[in-house]
């Protein structure tokens, strides 16, 4: 029974019934509107005066109520207020005006009905508490009694007990229907409001969208950050080493850190300018390094953390890396980062770098096609007790992710005795 009277008075009945009195009050207009149309039809009469005609300009105010309704504030407007009072879940309801004409229809279809049953349970609400305290009280209230009221059972010389029973039974069939009215409301919402097949659609390009920039994000943080703290480190472990011993080694370790940190703190602040501004292109931003202007620089930093790098670069390779596409020589650059981030983090031994480019075949493609391969390889494990190697980490996956964005791919993992990480990524035939 506590269940049943707090699902007709409870705080989210009370929440649905203020939702319907507050179509009642959006209706008004239209019905003030419509009363004048009808009165002057009528005959130039107050049509409020006339229930027929009344009923009338109630009826004719909803089409216009509905015609109002495809403009595209209505449908945000109407989800924020079911939401706020009629308890629906804000995941069953469509973000945003309506895009489509079916989407403006059901939405038209729910500011009528949100605004008719409004206005009967806003009448309802005026009208039947006066009448039902009036009927209560009537037994005893002797100036009530000498008032003529007439309506049969509502009759001031009906017996006296028959009255306050009827006042409750208004005040309970009030309740009833704005609760009746208020669950039906609240069960069409989602039919009516919820989003369409374009809104989904909608809604899932913009999480992907979303999810593609915090992706690439990660890839530069973890790239630009991740590299210069793997290199730091074994710059700053191997200067400690020989601190006694090598001067001049200590001092190009030192010289190395300060330049990996600077460059890092430049790149640093590219992302974080994309994070607040979401434009990496601003004129403060660092430019983002490149493989034909940035690579020796790269090998250097890596060297001076004790790690030999030999670097086996194809001359014509050197030569069109000026020319390569913008994004194809950033790319090819972090992927080659990530390579010597993971040997310097995870493996021991020299690292051997080869980069080419060649002729292509793809099944995908009609005719030959220009790629740009890198291979890097070095022993797998290390004996100083660095992290075992593995097959898939953070890191890789993100120059994975940058590889297929060009259109290329990559393989890391053990070969031939050593690990190797090959990156071939696609030209094309113009990009020469």
Not at 2 to 19: E, I, K, P, Q, T
Not at 171 to 186: E, K, N, Q, S, T
Not at 368 to 380: D, G, K, Q, V, W
């Amino acid at each position: 029974m506590r269940d049943g009277l707090g699902g007709l008075l409870g705080g989210r009945a009370r929440l649905r019934w203020v939702h319907q009195i507050l179509g009642g009050a959006l209706l008004m207009p239209y019905f003030l509107l419509t009363e004048v149309g009808v009165g002057m039809a009528a005959g130039g009469v107050n049509a409020l005066n006339s229930f027929p005609l009344a009923l009338a300009s109630y009826a004719a105010a909803l089409p216009l109520a509905a015609a109002t309704a495809v403009f595209g504030l209505v449908r945000p407007l109407s989800v924020t207020a079911v939401r706020a009072m009629c308890g629906v879940a804000g995941d069953r309801l469509a973000e945003g005006p309506a895009r489509s004409w079916a989407a403006r229809g059901r939405t038209s279809a729910w500011w009528t009905l949100h605004l008719g049953v409004g206005a009967v349970v806003s009448g309802l609400t005026l009208a039947v508490p006066p009448m039902a305290v009036v009927l209560i009280a009537l037994p005893f209230v002797s100036g009530l009694r000498e008032v003529r009221l007439g309506l049969g059972w509502f009759a001031t010389d009906a017996q006296p007990y028959v009255t306050p029973l009827l006042g409750i039974a208004l005040l309970a069939g009030l309740v009833l229907v704005a609760a009746g009215a208020g669950a039906l409301l609240a069960r069409l919402a989602p039919v009516l409001l919820g989003p369409t097949a374009a809104d989904r659609l909608a809604a899932a390009e913009e999480r992907a969208a979303d999810l593609a920039v915090r992706n690439r994000l990660a890839r530069e943080l973890h790239d630009a950050v991740g590299h210069a703290l793997s290199a730091v480190t074994l710059q700053a472990v191997a200067a400690r080493r020989v601190l006694d011993r090598d001067p001049e080694f200590v001092r190009e370790a030192l010289a190395a850190i300060e330049d990996t940190t600077r460059r890092t703190v430049g790149e640093l602040d590219a992302v974080l300018g994309l994070l607040r501004d979401g434009d990496p292109t601003r004129p403060d931003a660092a430019p983002a390094p490149t493989l034909a202007a940035d690579l020796d620089g790269l090998l250097a930093r890596t060297r001076a953390a004790g790690t030999t790098v030999t670097a086996d670069q194809d001359p014509g390779a050197v030569r069109e890396w000026v020319q390569l596409p913008a994004i194809a020589s950033r790319e090819a650059y972090r992927i080659v980062q990530e390579g010597l981030s993971n040997a310097l983090r995870h493996g021991s031994g020299p690292v051997e770098l080869r980069i080419r480019v060649h002729e292509g075949e793809d099944p995908r493609r009609e005719g030959a096609h220009r790629e740009l391969e890198i291979t890097m390889t070095n022993p797998p494990a290390a004996p100083d007790g660095r992290e075992p190697r593995t097959t898939g980490g953070r890191g890789l996956r993100g120059a994975a992710e940058r590889a297929a964005l060009l259109g290329g791919a990559i393989e890391a993992g053990p070969h031939e005795g050593r690990w190797r990480l090959k990156a071939v990524l696609p030209l094309g035939e113009g990009d020469r």
